[in-house]
């Protein structure tokens, strides 16, 4: 079964420093991979998604994410963040025969002045 | 285009209850699904729809039921809400498998 681990639950970033949100799923083939972004008390919006090609993905809101598949991950970078950066953030995973998509459980993003 | 509603925005309900969250979208979306999402949980399905008449359970099927008469709708219906119920609750829709998911703003319910 496909699963997805978000090891870390809270970051906290300056304004301005760099952001990586880790991502680790587990699936036996080639996974097709998504970050969401919720804001509080909103729905979740995509931030970017990987299918296949190109392993770095360009996403909304100056992010992206590299897929790595000798590692197993698909972390989320971001060179600068701004305060309106602060939200939960969750990576997911479906696969090619499975309808299902399979959410990690989230990090919560803090941006301090 | 409205996206994907959702109502109520809040409700609670006595154990025992029942009641049905609705959720519509009208993008022609084939795909629809109903999540919770609780504390450290991250977001779990509950069940799915590849089109009209077409669901199936999720990965937290027990409880709910649903139903796809229409493209448009996907009503998700707690039969006797448990305590265990209490979450907030996401309806998305999508065009193709695997396409970006479009979220309602979702339900907050709370069972007592």
């Known amino acids: 079964a496909q699963s997805v681990t978000q090891p870390d639950i809270h970051i906290t970033v300056s304004e301005g420093a760099s952001l990586e949100l880790r991502c680790n799923y587990s699936?036996?083939?080639?996974?097709?991979l998504f970050w969401y972004v919720q804001s509080p008390g909103q729905g979740l919006q995509l931030l970017l998604k990987?299918?296949?090609?190109?392993?770095l993905v360009q996403g909304i809101k100056g992010f992206e994410a590299e897929f790595k598949r000798s590692q197993s991950s698909f972390n989320l970078r971001k060179p600068s963040v701004h305060w309106s950066d602060a939200a939960e953030y969750f990576c997911a995973v479906g696969s090619f025969g499975n309808e299902k998509l399979t959410f990690g459980t989230g990090t919560r993003l803090t941006i301090i002045p | 285009n409205a996206g994907v509603t959702q109502t109520p925005k809040f409700q609670v309900l006595k154990t025992g209850q029942s009641m049905t969250l609705q959720c519509a979208q009208d993008?022609?979306?084939?795909?629809m699904s109903w999540y919770r999402q609780d504390p450290g949980m991250g977001l779990r399905l509950i069940h799915y729809?590849?089109?009209?008449?077409?669901?199936d359970q999720g990965e937290v099927p027990n409880g709910y039921n649903v139903s796809r008469s229409t493209t448009e709708d996907f009503p998700l219906r707690l039969l006797s809400a448990a305590p265990s119920q209490t979450s907030v609750y996401f309806c998305a829709s999508t065009e193709r498998r695997f396409e970006t998911q479009y979220f309602g703003p979702g339900t907050r319910l709370l069972v007592l």
């Open positions: 993008m022609n979306h084939e795909y």
């Open positions: 699936y036996g083939a080639t996974p097709y």
């Open positions: 729809s590849v089109g009209a008449g077409i669901t």
């Open positions: 990987y299918f296949s090609g190109d392993t």
